[in-house]
């Protein structure tokens, strides 16, 4: 473990963000990285391609409520501010602008004002979760209008959110590059998720199948009939622009994923 001396990560919130952000020279590039909380090796990668790649690194953590259809699902969410922020310290050694917006401060219009998108984001995860994504984009914008950075990293995990977030920067000239980092893995190939921590050891075992059986079939029907016989609660297979989305649940936890189809050797 590292000998901390003076913190790395610098917690802000919105004002005091703005007024750092004013205060660098315009050259400085930031790389912004919005997540919410419980922090995992997927997230670290994509802070440390951050680091690789701008001056200045900021990490935002909001559990957005407004992208929450199920009021259960949000209760739940793994949220520890304090842990995350260790983990920070112990794993990085330059500095971290580690921004922590408040919910009155972020809505202040408490979403009277929201983004929506009438087509892709009805479907896959838009599906069975109304709003799910309108509340997604809006705090993405309102979050990229805040860091004002170069870039920001998203994970490729949540491949529909990225192609999303993509189209909005596209659509509405916003000035950010939005960076696609490929998905951190467990060695038996289960994608890194903070809803992973809330499985219980039996689900653990099954869910790595997830992945492993949507690599497997060329038919995503077989693939949909296959994890159901296995114990999984399927909430959709499906292919689209050659990728195949999937999203399972296990005992109420929601697990999602993806795979390039060119890349699945048949
Ligand atoms: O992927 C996430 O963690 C969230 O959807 C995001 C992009 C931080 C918006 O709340």
Same mark, same amino acid.
């Given at each position: 473990?590292?000998?901390?001396?003076?913190?790395?990560?610098?917690?802000?919130?919105?004002?005091?963000?703005?007024?750092?952000?004013?205060?660098?020279?315009?050259?400085?590039?930031?790389?912004?990285?919005?997540?919410?909380?419980?922090?995992?090796?997927?997230?670290?990668?994509?802070?440390?391609?951050?680091?690789?790649?701008?001056?200045?690194?900021?990490?935002?953590?909001?559990?957005?409520?407004?992208? $929450?259809?199920? +009021?259960?699902?949000?209760?739940?969410? @793994?949220?520890?501010?304090? %842990? !995350?922020? &260790?983990? *920070?310290?112990?794993?990085?050694?330059?500095?971290?602008?580690?921004?922590?917006?408040?919910?009155?401060?972020?809505?202040?219009?408490?979403?009277?004002?929201?983004?929506?998108?009438?087509?892709?984001?009805?479907?896959?995860?838009?599906?069975?979760?109304?709003?799910?994504?309108?509340?997604?984009?809006?705090?993405?914008?309102?979050?990229?209008?805040?860091?004002?950075?170069?870039?920001?990293?998203?994970?490729?995990?949540?491949?529909?959110?990225?192609?999303?977030?993509?189209?909005?920067?596209?659509? $509405?000239?916003? +000035?950010?590059?939005?960076?696609?980092? @490929?998905?951190?893995?467990? %060695? !038996?190939? &289960?994608? *890194?998720?903070?809803?992973?921590?809330?499985?219980?050891?039996?689900?653990?075992?099954?869910?790595?199948?997830?992945?492993?059986?949507?690599?497997?079939?060329?038919?995503?029907?077989?693939?949909?009939?296959?994890?159901?016989?296995?114990?999984?609660?399927?909430?959709?297979?499906?292919?689209?622009?050659?990728?195949?989305?999937?999203?399972?649940?296990?005992?109420?936890?929601?697990?999602?994923?993806?795979?390039?189809?060119?890349?699945?050797?048949?």
């Amino acid at each position: 473990m590292k000998v901390m001396s003076e913190s790395m990560v610098k917690k802000v919130n919105i004002q005091q963000w703005i007024e750092i952000r004013n205060s660098f020279d315009v050259n400085r590039s930031i790389g912004f990285v919005p997540t919410m909380g419980a922090l995992h090796k997927g997230h670290l990668s994509l802070i440390k391609k951050s680091q690789e790649e701008n001056q200045i690194t900021l990490v935002s953590i909001f559990v957005n409520p407004t992208q $929450f259809n199920d +009021k259960n699902d949000l209760d739940k969410y @793994p949220s520890n501010l304090d %842990k !995350d922020m &260790l983990l *920070l310290e112990e794993t990085f050694s330059s500095d971290i602008y580690l921004l922590v917006p408040s919910y009155d401060v972020l809505y202040k219009d408490d979403y009277n004002f929201r983004l929506s998108e009438n087509s892709f984001s009805k479907e896959l995860c838009g599906k069975n979760r109304p709003g799910h994504f309108d509340g997604v984009l809006t705090v993405v914008m309102k979050l990229l209008n805040i860091a004002e950075s170069k870039r920001a990293y998203f994970g490729e995990k949540d491949y529909q959110q990225l192609t999303l977030i993509r189209e909005m920067v596209s659509v $509405f000239f916003m +000035k950010t590059k939005i960076v696609a980092v @490929p998905t951190v893995r467990e %060695k !038996d190939g &289960l994608a *890194l998720s903070s809803r992973n921590a809330l499985l219980t050891a039996k689900h653990k075992i099954l869910a790595p199948q997830f992945y492993t059986e949507l690599k497997l079939h060329s038919d995503p029907k077989d693939t949909k009939l296959r994890l159901e016989n296995k114990g999984f609660e399927v909430d959709y297979i499906e292919d689209r622009n050659s990728r195949r989305y999937g999203a399972v649940k296990m005992n109420n936890v929601r697990l999602i994923d993806n795979i390039n189809l060119r890349e699945v050797v048949k």
